[in-house]
């Protein structure tokens, strides 16, 4: 089964690829380019390894195999794996499960083209990839306020034209305003997913809401 890579390249964790079995996903980059390494992600990677093989082509019809075994449980946010420093247009990846299933589960998925590259972005793993919360009492409200982070992890505005929604997963514990006003309810812990879209471009955040 081929997937869609979306849910593996957008900087949100909470989001992912799955296929049970063997399954693959393939990237382009639109040109040839140094591969280095790459980082990984997976759904409770915590406590499973995951199982894939990574090849790479130039045109897409002849593939080399730069990396088996997949990735080991780790404690770090993602593991990062060497792939030689390979020129590449396309990465495929293919996917035989984890230690526990025959599950794969795919998170998040980087790839470098340098060993610079690769460190600069993984000093900023906490930035992306922190969890985030808010907190009240039952009866209460809060206001949720949204921002953009540009290329260079910047802080902006969003323009006024910009489309927001929210959607909270358990509304029983808390409700959400379509302008991000929370209203907390009963006491209990939910996520509130926040979609962001401007000049076409679309992001997601999942924030942890709890009310007391």
Request: aromatic share 8%; hydrophobic share 40%.
């Amino acid at each position: 089964e081929r997937g869609i890579v979306d849910g593996v390249i957008n900087e949100a964790i909470a989001n992912r690829w799955a296929a049970q079995g063997e399954g693959w996903i393939m990237m382009d980059f639109g040109e040839a380019k140094n591969v280095h390494s790459m980082a990984f992600a997976g759904v409770s990677q915590h406590q499973r390894s995951y199982l894939f093989d990574v090849e790479v082509s130039v045109d897409g019809e002849n593939w080399t195999k730069v990396h088996e075994g997949g990735a080991p449980i780790t404690t770090d946010i993602m593991s990062i794996i060497p792939l030689g420093d390979v020129q590449a247009r396309y990465v495929r990846m293919l996917g035989h499960g984890n230690n526990i299933n025959a599950w794969n589960t795919w998170a998040e998925v980087r790839f470098y083209e340098s060993e610079a590259q690769q460190n600069e972005d993984k000093s900023l793993w906490t930035l992306y990839f922190a969890k985030s919360g808010i907190c009240g009492k039952a009866g209460t409200s809060a206001k949720l306020s949204v921002k953009g982070i540009d290329a260079n992890r910047d802080e902006f505005e969003l323009r006024a034209d910009a489309k927001i929604t929210y959607a909270v997963k358990d509304t029983s514990i808390a409700t959400v305003s379509a302008d991000g006003t929370i209203t907390f309810l009963k006491v209990g812990k939910t996520t509130v997913r926040v979609t962001a879209t401007q000049d076409g471009f679309t992001a997601e955040a999942e924030v942890e809401i709890e009310t007391e």
